[in-house]
Structure formats: C-alpha cells, structure tokens
C-alpha cells in the first residue's frame, strides 16, 4: 500500500489550510481533466456561463409567473456514492426553472462538501421560491433518516439515492482520486479515522469486516469496490429501502431510458417533467466495459449488494 495521504489526497479526507486546498484541487482537476476531458470539468463544477446565465433568467421568469410562498419549497437531499451519477440528476433537473438548486460546492450551504447547520440548511429552504430545493450532501448521505426525519422544516423532505455499477464507479473514482480509498479504508480498519465521514454511520459489523481485509494486498481498484461496498450498503442498514420519501435510482438504468427516468424524478419530487430535462444524456456513457480484476471477496460483497439494488430500485 502506498504511503501516507499527501497533499492531494487530504484536501479530500482532512483539514488542510485554504491555500493547500486549492493548490491541490487545481492539481487534481487537471490531472483528471488531461485523462478525461476538460469538458468534463466545466460540466460538473457547472462553469459553462451561457447555461449559468440561461437558467437564471429561466428561474427569474418562472419566480415571476409563478409566486410560491417562502417556505413551502420540498427540500430534496440527491445522495449517494461520489461518482456514480448524482451530477447528471442535479444537471437533468436543475434545468427544470421550478427547482432550486445547491450542489456541494455551494458556499452558502457546505463546508468542504459538508452540510453547514440544520439551522443554515432550513433558513436556505425556507426562503426559497421554488418549488423544490435540491441540495447534494454526498458526503452525509448516511445522515438522511435525520435530514428527513429531525431538519424541522415546513415541508417533509425527500432524498433521491443514486448508484452506479460498481466497474464504472471504480474506473471514474480510481482516474478521479487515485488510491485515496485505498488509504481511508486502511486507517479506519486499524481503528483510526474514526471521525471522518467515510466513516460515519457504519456498523460495528461493518466495521469488523473492513478490519478483515490486507490493505498492503489490496489493489487500489479493489479499495475502491469495497467503499462502493460499504457506503451503498448504508441504503439497506438505515432502512431507507422501506421509505416512501426515497428513491433509488440506477445510473445505467436512466441512461438507457432517459425520459422514463426523467419522469420518474419529476413524479416523484412533484414538479412538471419535460423532455428537455433529459436532452443532454449521453447513453453511450454507461457502455460497458470489461470487468475489472478485483480481489474474489470484495467482487463477491459487490455482486450480492447489487443484486440487492437492482431488485429494490426495480421495484
């Protein structure tokens, strides 16, 4: 296993100072941006300033036709595994002038991609004039019985979780941050890093079988399977699969019928589903490749845990 986490790699575990952090997001992304395409980056840090300013006026007009009354917008927490298709849900509805939206780099309402405040989080939705407000805490998904049960709001809120296949996940997460689950996986099986959120509402099980595996064996591809592992497994052992205010969304099954797809967020968040929404998707995305060479146990863990997401998101 390599070494302790470098520069790069605590901008995205641990406190760093402001100018660290930045000088290592800038590193990152332009590593990720010569393997995959800077496009890629102007469209999930949504830096494209025609679609910036197109959706604001979009909003403005629609605002202007449609008075909602602050405080009755539906909070929707889109939640999930990083990179696993939480940026193509927030891009497919945020194109929707009825939806307000938050993403993870928003200052008003995260703090290195943490949820500021339940207080910050309800005066946001409660000023809103929407009829939704979307936000995306990936890095608190394992706070969502408490966000939608305990934030307090006027309206009871929804979450949407997102999972991708397990391959693809591994392939985008390994190019994106290299053997950074490599190492959080090893810290919190020794015992460590117990406070960090990868580490956040895990079982004593759970946290037993990651002290079964040998993180100096372990293949970065095969860390990164098991985060899939563990973090997806948070849908079954928070019981968000027996809620009816959250839904489970494939990936690969909305690329391959967006406009179903499409529609069924718009149903399920309550706001008027358009084929536009959906007119950006790429189906080609989610061409797959072959199987990674992962270690036998983990392949297991992540073939029954998707058998188990398949059938519930079927459902």
């Given at each position: 296993m390599s070494g302790p986490l470098g520069r790069e790699e605590r901008s995205i575990v641990?406190?760093?100072?402001?100018?660290?952090?930045?000088?290592?997001?800038?590193?990152?992304?332009?590593?990720?941006?010569?393997e995959q395409g800077f496009n890629r980056i102007v469209e999930e840090a949504e830096l494209h300033p025609i679609a910036r300013v197109q959706a604001g006026i979009s909003r403005w007009q629609w605002r202007r036709r449609h008075p909602v009354k602050p405080g009755s917008a539906l909070p929707v927490f889109v939640v999930g595994l990083q990179r696993s298709g939480t940026n193509m849900v927030i891009q497919c509805l945020q194109r929707s002038p009825e939806v307000e939206v938050h993403n993870e780099n928003d200052?008003?309402?995260?703090?290195?991609?943490?949820?500021?405040?339940?207080?910050?989080?309800?005066?946001?939705?409660?000023?809103?004039?929407?009829?939704?407000?979307?936000?995306?805490?990936?890095?608190?998904?394992?706070?969502?019985?408490?966000?939608?049960?305990?934030?307090?709001?006027?309206?009871?809120?929804?979450?949407?979780?997102?999972?991708?296949?397990?391959?693809?996940?591994?392939?985008?997460?390994?190019?994106?941050?290299?053997?950074?689950?490599?190492?959080?996986?090893?810290?919190?099986?020794?015992?460590g890093g117990r406070d960090r959120w990868q580490a956040?509402?895990?079982?004593?099980?759970?946290?037993?079988?990651?002290?079964?595996?040998?993180?100096?064996?372990?293949?970065?591809?095969?860390?990164?399977?098991?985060?899939?592992?563990?973090?997806?497994?948070?849908?079954?052992?928070?019981?968000?699969?027996?809620?009816?205010?959250?839904?489970?969304?494939?990936?690969?099954?909305?690329?391959?019928?967006?406009?179903?797809?499409?529609?069924?967020?718009?149903?399920?968040?309550?706001i008027q589903g358009h084929r536009t929404l959906g007119s950006s998707l790429d189906p080609a995305r989610s061409r797959p490749l072959p199987p990674l060479d992962l270690d036998p146990r983990v392949r297991r863990l992540c073939d029954q845990l998707d058998e188990r997401l398949a059938a519930s998101s079927g459902r």
């Open positions: 641990e406190d760093q100072s402001p100018l660290h952090r930045a000088v290592s997001e800038v590193k990152r992304h332009w590593r990720w941006g010569r200052r008003r309402c995260f703090v290195r991609y943490r949820l500021r405040s339940d207080d910050v989080i309800k005066e946001v939705i409660g000023q809103s004039r929407h009829r939704c407000v979307l936000l995306k805490p990936l890095c608190d998904s394992h706070r969502v019985p408490d966000l939608l049960d305990h934030l307090g709001g006027p309206v009871p809120g929804k979450a949407i979780w997102i999972y991708r296949d397990v391959d693809a996940r591994v392939r985008s997460a390994v190019s994106k941050f290299g053997d950074v689950n490599l190492r959080v996986l090893a810290e919190i099986a020794s015992g956040q509402g895990l079982s004593e099980e759970m946290l037993h079988l990651l002290g079964e595996f040998d993180y100096d064996r372990l293949s970065p591809e095969s860390a990164a399977a098991l985060f899939w592992y563990v973090r997806n497994s948070l849908y079954f052992s928070l019981g968000l699969d027996k809620r009816d205010d959250v839904l489970l969304s494939s990936y690969e099954r909305f690329l391959a019928a967006p406009e179903r797809g499409v529609q069924r967020l718009c149903d399920f968040v309550g």
